[in-house]
Each structure stands twice: as C-alpha cells, then as structure tokens.
C-alpha cells in the first residue's frame, strides 16, 4: 500500500510574514522581508541549499508532537528522547499585537526553548542562507548575539545562552528556558527574557480576542476556528492583499511539472476570502483588500491583471534550475505568468467582493460614495469582455473558450453592481447593471447542454466543470431545485472521486489529464449538496473531507483520491475558504426548523 503523503508543517505569521516549522523543530520556509521575497531558510525546496534552523537533541533518537495553543497561531512543538526521561519543547510564534494604536509586527522569529523532564542535551543549528541558495550567510559572533552578513539588512539571532555553542555547533544541557530572538532589519535592543514572555503574552492575548470577536457557526466550529487563524495570516496586511499560498513551487502531484509560485493576490481568490471574513464579521480586513483593490494599476485599456504581486506590481515567471524542489520535483517557480492571461470573471469577482461595503448599513454612505467612478469602471469592463474568449479560472495556457464560469461572474457582479447602485442612488450605474445581467443570463444559458440537463464548461463544449457548481452557489437558479439538481447530478456522474473528493475537469490541458482531486471543489460541491436541500449527504461530506487535513488541522491545494494524500501549495488559503463557507452554509440549514 503506497503510503499517505502529508504536509508535516506547521506556520507562524503575524501578517507580515509567514514561517514554516517542521515537526523536527526545522524553520523549512520563511521568506524577508515580504511574503513573496527571497527565503531566507528554504529547505523545503532544497535541503543543501536552504539552510537550516533547527533546535535537535544531541541523539537523534527521539519522536515530536507538534500543536498550536488554543485559538492562537503560536506552534508548540514538543520532543520526547527515546531514553524516555527527558523531553523539551520549542513555542514559535511571530509577535502581533497592539502597540502605540496600531499593530506591531516586526520582522522577528521567537522560539522558547525549555525543559519538560530531565537536562536534555541540545543543538541549535541556525544557518540563514541568501540569493535563492546559492550565498550562505557568514555569522560573526558578538557579546549576546550572532550577526550573519552577506544578506542586504541585518540579520541576527539574539539569546539568552551561550552564542559559542550555536557558532560551534555544540550540545548543552538545558536547564532552563532559553529564547531565541531571529530578526531581520531591526535587531533586538531590548532584555531577552522579559521581553520574549511580553511578547509572548501579549500575541496569545491578540490572537485569543481575535477570535472571540469572531461570528463561527457550531458547526464543527473548532475546525472553522483554525481556519480562519491560517486565513488570517495570509492577508498582508501592509498593503491588504490577500495571498493564495506562502509557499511555490509545491507539486500538484509528482512529476506533473504543475509547480507554481502562490505567494500572489489572485483577485478572483480574495473573493472567497473576503465572503468568509464578511461571514466572521471582520470588516477591517474587508476595507484594507478595498484599499489595496483601489491602488492597483491597469494596462492602457484599463483592464486589470488575474494576479499581482502583494504591492500591486507585475511578476515576471523565472525557471531556477540549480534548485533540487520539494521531494526533487522541478522545477522551482519564483514569480507567475499567469498575470498575462486574460481572465474576464475578476470584474465581477471585485464588484461582488465589495459588496458589503456598499449594502451593509454599519458603513455609512459617505464612506464608500466617492468611488462611484470605480465601479462604473468595473461595469464597462464586463461589457467590453462579454463577447471575449479568455483562460478561465483554471488559467488555461494554451486554450481560450468562452467559459461558463466567467458568465456567471459577469451575472454576479452585474447583480451586486444593481444594489450598489441603488445604495448611491446612481441611475446610470443601474440601468447599466441590469442590461449586464440579461446578457450575461444568455451567456450562461448558451452554456447548457440539453441532451445531459447540465451546463458546460464552456459554449460549444460538453466538457464538465466543477467551477460551474458556483450556479447552485451563488443561486443562479433560484427556487428552482429541479433544475439546480440535474446540474449538480450530472457533475456527480463526471467529475465526483470518492470520499466526496472532486475534480475540477477531466479533459486534457496543457499539461495532460489532472491526476489528483482540487479540494476546494470538493467544498464547493459539498456547499451544494446543501443549497439543494441533500443536506445528510452534505453533513456526511463534510465530515468526509476533514479527514484530507495534516496534524495541525491544515489543508493542501490537491488531494490524491486513492492515497488520501496532500498535494499543492500548502496550506491553501483557497481550501479553508471552501471549508468555511461551506460549514457556514450547513450550519445556516441546520439552524432551520424544518432540518433539525
């Protein structure tokens, strides 16, 4: 039996960064100063080249578990030696709290190191590297710290033991808690000690608000819970873009060459994130994605890219051949090029996004009217493409079609655009919005294939998509079950894996036959089954899917549906949209009277 791949990580972020942390206690990923720079430890996608930050005993005989403290995005992790007398733990944590009324999130790693049972002897191997592997960082000791030099600011690890260990690679005993302070730019220029467990205190303290202020379901709200923790950190909060992933170049399946940098705000992305963050009530994060959705460029024809970088520039796609990839797969993407295509869903993607902004009364008129403009903007670029052939949401290099799924787009946004008009009491914006509409009903309809009762990928095509399941969604097909049931039937008959896992399509693409399962369609469809009153398939479903997770209740991108293992970027903020919005809409019918 081929056994079960799982992501063995966990991550810290404080929206500012993110780390990944291997339950050997390794830092595997972490990239500064930004989430799409330069990583400064990359073992993840080379273990030569990517430099190592590991706290190990000296016998390598020994097993770890590895948790997040309650409603936090602190990771423990704890090792045990097999002498059975001795253990440790190592608490991560990125600081986030409030300070001078703002946030503070500094560029700054914190791990505490202490003793459980016993003085077990410890190694603290801290080795930053720089230009993508290929320059390891030079340490140069100090009083009570280490600075390594070669990166462009300054990089240092500041503790509370002895800096002659760490340089020499020696064990010690540990007897008492220490802290380590890793910093990039601004170093520590304050006490150890005192100031790890202020930090440490007042991040467990933010994280813990922060989800009290929360609006979860019951609905296996725990789960829900730790979703929308990883969500979180995904949001730069710098600027509000919202990213698909921390990681690149993480294979969909091995082999496939389907290895693509995540650490981007794909516009159609933050759509689903932002419907989930507007579920929990955290409207500030909604604002900052408004703001940054407002600053970002267009072409001379004002079009926007599907993706930008987390300050809204371009990115070029670089091949780097000189790096091995994760479990040998190559080969490694920094940037993406998929912000070439042209992908015609994100205008009403954006125009849906912002809705809330305009038709929740908690926002005051005055504070959203001036960007009329915006929106007519928005509105003139789905006419313009109406009639255009493009990529689609699953970024089709080398095939262009008229996609169902950018229709319904066109639809949502135009019916979004309507109840904003009416919100700024903008005659012209209506009467366009509502001629938008009707076309883009007769673009989907042209979709419909009879002969199967189901809609098609695209027009003149009989190719299936899971995409079209956002028909039954986002209720395209209103009170009409029937209709919206012989749709989701004849996606089941095509597209649907066991254990509830689903495709996104089966017919070739530029790179062959997909070979694993997207999981956010598995969400999707489960998040249809119960808009279709199916709502114990649903429930069972669900249940079904929670099990694709990795210790740490984290989702992949892919699954592979006869292994159960995880595939894709990791975590995939995509996936734990799906799984939220989809428990968001179980929960809602089991609120109902007649489901209870």
Same mark, same amino acid.
């Given at each position: 039996?081929?056994?079960?791949?799982?992501?063995?990580?966990?991550?810290?972020?404080? $929206?500012?960064?993110?780390?990944?942390?291997?339950?050997?206690?390794?830092?595997?990923?972490?990239?500064?100063?930004?989430?799409?720079?330069?990583?400064?430890?990359?073992?993840?996608?080379?273990?030569?080249?990517?430099?190592?930050?590991?706290?190990?005993?000296?016998?390598?005989?020994?097993?770890?578990?590895?948790?997040?403290?309650?409603?936090?995005?602190?990771?423990?992790?704890?090792?045990?030696?097999?002498?059975?007398?001795?253990?440790?733990?190592?608490?991560?944590?990125?600081?986030?709290f409030m300070n001078f009324e703002r946030y503070h999130k500094p560029l700054m790693v914190i791990r505490k190191v202490e003793?459980?049972?016993?003085?077990?002897?410890?190694?603290?191997?801290?080795?930053?590297?720089?230009?993508?592997?290929?320059?390891?960082?030079?340490?140069?000791?100090?009083?009570?710290?280490?600075?390594?030099?070669?990166?462009?600011?300054?990089?240092?690890?500041?503790?509370?033991?002895?800096?002659?260990? *760490?340089?020499?690679?020696?064990?010690?005993?540990?007897?008492?808690?220490?802290?380590?302070?890793?910093?990039?730019?601004?170093?520590?220029?304050?006490?150890?000690?005192?100031?790890?467990?202020?930090?440490?205190?007042?991040?467990?303290?933010?994280?813990?608000?922060?989800?009290?202020?929360?609006?979860?379901?019951?609905?296996?709200?725990?789960?829900?819970?730790?979703?929308?923790?990883?969500?979180?950190?995904?949001?730069?909060?710098?600027?509000?873009?919202?990213?698909?992933?921390?990681?690149?170049?993480?294979?969909?399946?091995?082999?496939?060459?389907?290895?693509?940098?995540?650490?981007?705000?794909?516009?159609?992305?933050?759509?689903?994130?932002?419907?989930?963050?507007?579920?929990?009530?955290?409207?500030?994060?909604?604002?900052?994605?408004?703001?940054?959705?407002?600053?970002?460029?267009?072409?001379?024809?004002?079009?926007?890219?599907?993706?930008?970088?987390?300050?809204?520039?371009?990115?070029?796609?670089e091949e780097l051949s000189d790096l091995s990839g994760y479990l040998g797969n190559q080969p490694v993407r920094f940037g993406?090029?998929?912000?070439?295509?042209?992908?015609?869903?994100?205008?009403?993607?954006?125009?849906?996004?912002?809705?809330?902004?305009?038709?929740?009364?908690?926002?005051?008129?005055?504070?959203?009217?001036?960007?009329?403009?915006?929106?007519?903007?928005?509105?003139?670029?789905?006419?313009?493409?109406?009639?255009?052939?493009?990529?689609?949401?699953?970024?089709?290099?080398?095939?262009?079609?008229?996609? $169902?799924?950018?229709?319904?787009? !066109?639809?949502?946004?135009? $019916?979004?655009? *309507?109840?904003?008009?009416?919100?700024?009491?903008?005659?012209?914006?209506?009467?366009?919005?509502?001629?938008?509409?009707?076309?883009?009903?007769?673009?989907?309809?042209? $979709?419909?294939?009879?002969?199967?009762?189901?809609?098609?990928?695209?027009?003149?095509?009989?190719?299936?998509?899971?995409?079209?399941?956002?028909?039954?969604?986002?209720?395209?097909?209103?009170?009409? *079950?029937?209709?919206?049931?012989?749709?989701?039937?004849?996606?089941?008959?095509?597209?649907?894996?066991?254990?509830?896992?689903?495709?996104?399509?089966? !017919?070739?693409?530029?790179?062959?036959?997909?070979?694993?399962?997207?999981?956010?369609?598995?969400?999707?469809?489960?998040?249809?089954?119960?808009?279709?009153?199916?709502?114990?398939?649903?429930?069972?479903?669900?249940?079904?899917?929670?099990?694709?997770?990795? !210790?740490?209740?984290?989702?992949?991108?892919?699954?592979?549906?006869?292994?159960?293992?995880?595939?894709?970027?990791?975590?995939?903020?995509?996936?734990?949209?799906?799984?939220?919005?989809?428990?968001?809409?179980?929960?809602?019918?089991?609120?109902?009277?007649?489901?209870?």
């Amino acid at each position: 039996m081929t056994k079960r791949h799982l992501y063995g990580t966990g991550l810290i972020g404080n $929206c500012a960064y993110i780390a990944h942390i291997e339950k050997n206690t390794n830092i595997s990923w972490l990239c500064f100063p930004r989430f799409d720079s330069d990583f400064i430890f990359g073992g993840m996608l080379d273990r030569e080249k990517g430099g190592e930050f590991s706290i190990l005993p000296e016998e390598n005989a020994f097993t770890t578990q590895q948790e997040y403290l309650e409603n936090t995005n602190i990771l423990k992790t704890t090792v045990i030696l097999d002498n059975g007398e001795e253990a440790y733990s190592v608490t991560d944590f990125a600081p986030r709290f409030m300070n001078f009324e703002r946030y503070h999130k500094p560029l700054m790693v914190i791990r505490k190191v202490e003793p459980i049972s016993g003085e077990p002897k410890i190694k603290i191997n801290c080795k930053p590297v720089t230009n993508r592997g290929n320059k390891k960082l030079k340490p140069s000791m100090n009083s009570n710290h280490i600075e390594f030099l070669g990166a462009e600011q300054e990089v240092r690890l500041t503790a509370n033991c002895s800096v002659n260990y *760490i340089m020499e690679d020696r064990a010690f005993r540990l007897q008492r808690p220490i802290y380590l302070f890793f910093t990039y730019g601004q170093p520590l220029e304050a006490p150890v000690e005192s100031t790890a467990e202020r930090f440490l205190q007042a991040t467990t303290q933010y994280w813990r608000e922060w989800v009290k202020s929360t609006s979860i379901p019951h609905f296996y709200q725990k789960l829900v819970v730790r979703s929308a923790l990883a969500l979180k950190i995904h949001q730069f909060e710098d600027t509000g873009a919202i990213i698909a992933a921390s990681t690149t170049s993480l294979p969909e399946s091995p082999g496939s060459t389907r290895n693509w940098d995540y650490r981007y705000c794909w516009i159609r992305d933050s759509y689903y994130t932002l419907n989930v963050f507007n579920s929990l009530g955290h409207f500030q994060e909604l604002e900052r994605y408004f703001e940054y959705i407002q600053n970002l460029p267009t072409n001379a024809n004002g079009r926007y890219q599907p993706l930008y970088s987390i300050t809204g520039s371009a990115l070029l796609e670089e091949e780097l051949s000189d790096l091995s990839g994760y479990l040998g797969n190559q080969p490694v993407r920094f940037g993406n090029q998929a912000y070439t295509h042209i992908q015609n869903d994100l205008y009403g993607q954006v125009l849906v996004s912002l809705l809330p902004l305009y038709a929740d009364k908690r926002f005051i008129e005055s504070e959203k009217s001036h960007s009329a403009p915006f929106i007519h903007n928005l509105l003139d670029k789905i006419e313009e493409t109406m009639n255009e052939k493009d990529a689609g949401l699953w970024e089709f290099r080398n095939l262009a079609q008229e996609h $169902c799924y950018t229709f319904i787009f !066109h639809w949502a946004g135009s $019916c979004a655009a *309507i109840k904003i008009a009416d919100r700024l009491q903008d005659s012209s914006m209506k009467e366009k919005a509502e001629k938008l509409r009707l076309q883009s009903i007769e673009k989907i309809e042209a $979709c419909y294939v009879p002969e199967m009762k189901a809609y098609a990928q695209a027009i003149g095509t009989k190719n299936m998509d899971a995409s079209t399941l956002q028909l039954i969604t986002m209720g395209y097909f209103g009170n009409d *079950i029937e209709r919206a049931n012989n749709h989701l039937k004849m996606l089941e008959k095509d597209l649907l894996a066991k254990d509830y896992l689903f495709y996104r399509y089966k !017919h070739m693409d530029d790179f062959g036959v997909p070979e694993t399962t997207f999981l956010i369609c598995a969400f999707w469809y489960i998040e249809a089954l119960a808009c279709v009153n199916r709502l114990d398939e649903a429930v069972e479903g669900f249940e079904t899917l929670t099990k694709y997770c990795n !210790h740490l209740q984290l989702f992949s991108e892919d699954v592979d549906h006869e292994t159960g293992s995880q595939w894709g970027n990791f975590p995939q903020a995509y996936s734990h949209v799906g799984l939220m919005n989809a428990a968001y809409r179980i929960g809602q019918k089991l609120d109902r009277p007649n489901f209870l």
